[in-house]
């Protein structure tokens, strides 16, 4: 079982960054992959971003178009957290944001585990 934790959230002008950031808890998840999620109102949930291991000591990224070259995820295992810097927000990044882990999908469906979601909102 792990437990997710997101945090970083906040109300931020166009053109400014945040960096969020899920905190696992419950076992290790070094090897786990994890992906980003957002959600607006009314909107679907749609994906964000993912990091997998390659099973040596690389991990891979990948983004959804409208995140790409903007938003960055990394991760610390020491800390046994993964992060998401994003740089050069827009109003149309205001969402909920959620951490998932279980999976490198961009299906939201075929991730185990989820945190509660950090609010970002992005003011013109």
């Known amino acids: 079982q792990v437990q997710l934790v997101e945090s970083g959230g906040g109300l931020v002008q166009a053109g400014g960054s945040l960096r969020l950031s899920c905190a696992a808890s419950?076992?290790?998840?070094?090897?786990?992959?994890v992906g980003w999620f957002r959600q607006a109102p009314g909107k679907e949930r749609e994906f964000v971003a993912a990091?997998?291991?390659?099973?040596?000591?690389?991990?891979?990224?990948d983004y959804a178009d409208s995140v790409k070259g903007r938003f960055t995820i990394s991760r610390d295992n020491a800390k046994n957290t993964v992060y998401l810097q994003m740089n050069s927000l827009k109003p149309e990044d205001t969402a909920v944001y959620y951490c998932?882990?279980?999976?490198?999908?961009?299906?939201?469906?075929?991730?185990?585990?989820w945190g509660q979601g950090t609010q970002v909102t992005v003011s013109s």
């Open positions: 998932a882990a279980g999976s490198s999908s961009a299906r939201w469906r075929e991730y185990n585990y």
């Open positions: 419950g076992r290790t998840f070094s090897s786990w992959p």
């Open positions: 990091i997998r291991w390659s099973g040596s000591s690389t991990y891979y990224a």
